[in-house]
């Protein structure tokens, strides 16, 4: 009853509205709807991928993203989500179609003993959820991504020189896939030693991936840049790449977080990224196996610190301080600068339509994939570009 009367309130009141609307009011109401459509065009077609965006379409149009989704970026477009972004999972729902593979950051591995080990995690997995991404897109691959959680160094040494450790680990991963209906995994280990026993761990990850392949399931390896920020040779080079190019199927590049503490620079300079994939593969054979990472969240940089930014955050800072975007035509990076009311200078780098599209046309220019990090971070417009 009480909810009857509120609905009857609620209605009168829009009755009210409505019938006392002025005609600018309408004029202002029909703008709004029209600016929340679904629009025909894509950004593209639309003129939005620019080096000079004004804050106030960013603001309009972020939102607005074509309602024709189709994936038009030929190679294999792997996206991640989390538990804690909620808004990633819609994102994998409505732009299912766009993405080969998807990566739930959900689990973590664990050595418990002598060829003992415990996947973790297994709460956050959502069958419902992966259901309602396949009705978008039958063919996605669910490949969660598998942490190297609590290992010791002596963990590591111990099934690194056991190859009975890692044939108990591989079964795991099988028993794992087939119960929870995952189509492989996404296998994050290889930062964890530091550079340190490339060898062995080549070996450890050829044997697991072997072992699931043989189950016709997804191996896909997360690796770091073969560059550092530095100019250094990193911790994966040519040589691992091409040992396990032939038994991995997709090695998601970490091309990103170039810049980090108080000295404000970008995510991702365009040569950088490039050098990062010519030095993996200078020749095309396994090229395509090459996911390269794209960062959909932003950097905010201050004196007292850095902090990550994430959509909603960005939008907040452009309605609030209405910045002008300065593009970075080296790095390929749009930036702005604003003022707290402390005074403090912030330094702002966050993806823009344009940024994006020169880091997807690289990925076309050169034959390689793309790996996002992560859905739900960036603007919904994004998704246009791929």
Known sequence: MRTTLFLLHAISCCWLVSGTLSKSDVKKSNKAEAEASTPELS???RGLVVSDPNWKDIVKEEKRHCAHIK???QGQVLGYVTPWNSH?????KTFGSKL???SPV???VRRRGPETFDVTGLHDHDPGWAKAVRKSNKKVRMVPRLLFDGWSYQDYMSVLGSEDEIEELGSELVDVAKTEGFDGFTLELWSQLGGNKRKELVHMVKHVCETLKAKRLDCILVIPPAVTSAGQPGMFGKEEFEQLAPVVDGFSLMTYDYSSGARAGPSSPLPWVRECVLQLAPDTQWRHKILLGLNL???DFASQGTEPILGGRYIEILREHRPKHLWDEYSGEHYFTYKRSNAVKHVVYYPS???IYMRISLAT????GISLWELGQGLDYFYDLL
């Open 43 to 45: 950004v593209l077609e």
């Open 71 to 73: 994936k038009t970026f």
């Open 88 to 92: 990633g999972y819609d994102i994998a």
């Open 100 to 102: 080969t593979s998807l």
């Open 106 to 108: 959900w689990l973590q």
């Open 297 to 299: 969240y932003g950097l």
């Open 353 to 355: 339509l344009k940024s």
């Open 365 to 368: 220019e050169l034959g390689t």
